[in-house]
């Protein structure tokens, strides 16, 4: 299995907070994405990095910011939580931008926004 | 733009039968089409993907898909379902657009009748 942790594995917060997911791999791959889960909508892109300090917006990126520091690390920060971000948020890697190219995926944090 | 449809959220089959999850793809250029899988409380793994070439491709578990381009279609199969098949599959495609990146489907819940 790829070398992707995600901490927490499980948050409960209050409308308005601050909250910051982690995502850290030990594979050295150079991209790295967030996406969320959603029951009807699958998958959605919220934000993705092609190498540190480089990061570009995805499909439902308002509400989020993020930021990659290290290679091994990319941090989903939700700036004032709302009830309509409570999902399952995943991470994944690819070591290529390859268009046939495989990605990994974390474990997944639910959170749950009260 | 390029996007994916899953035809049934929910599919049952008794174990032994035939598994047959349905996606469909609309892109203006050559798609690559994945399949991945997600087993409960876990991310997503790669089950097979199709890029050029062959249009029949295999992927693990005995799972198989064929790239049937007049149809815009990349139906998933199995032809013996097992009880440890029982979880979700979701349906992606990627082009060369500029821009895009993976898009997922909603996901086919899959379980297995004893």
């Known amino acids: 299995d790829a070398g992707i942790t995600q901490s927490p594995r499980h948050k409960v917060t209050e409308t308005g907070t601050p909250v910051t997911l982690r995502c850290h791999q030990t594979e050295n791959h150079r991209y790295m994405y967030w996406y969320r889960q959603d029951p009807g909508h699958g998958l959605r892109l919220i934000h993705y990095s092609y190498g540190v300090k480089d990061t570009d917006k995805g499909e439902v990126s308002d509400g989020y910011s993020v930021s990659r520091s290290k290679t091994e690390d990319f941090l989903l920060t939700l700036e004032s939580a709302t009830s309509s971000q409570t999902s399952v948020y995943f991470c994944a890697i690819s070591d290529s931008n390859r268009l046939d190219n495989e990605q990994f995926f974390g474990p997944g944090t639910r959170l749950t926004v009260l | 733009a390029q996007s994916v449809t899953q035809l049934g959220s929910h599919v049952s089959v008794s174990e032994g039968a035939l598994v047959l999850l349905r996606c469909n793809y609309s892109?203006?250029?050559?798609?690559?089409l994945f399949w991945y899988v997600q087993y409960p409380n876990q991310g997503l793994q790669l089950l097979l993907k199709?890029?050029?070439?062959?249009?029949l491709v295999k992927g693990i578990n005995g799972f198989e898909a064929e790239f049937k381009k007049s149809e815009t279609s990349f139906h998933l199969t199995k032809p013996s379902a097992h009880m440890s098949d029982a979880a979700e599959y979701f349906c992606?495609?990627?082009?060369?657009?500029?821009?895009?990146?993976?898009?997922f489907g909603t996901g086919t819940r899959l379980t297995i009748i004893p």
């Open positions: 199709y890029t050029t070439g062959a249009t």
């Open positions: 992606a495609v990627r082009t060369a657009l500029v821009n895009e990146k993976l898009t």
């Open positions: 892109s203006s250029v050559p798609p690559y």
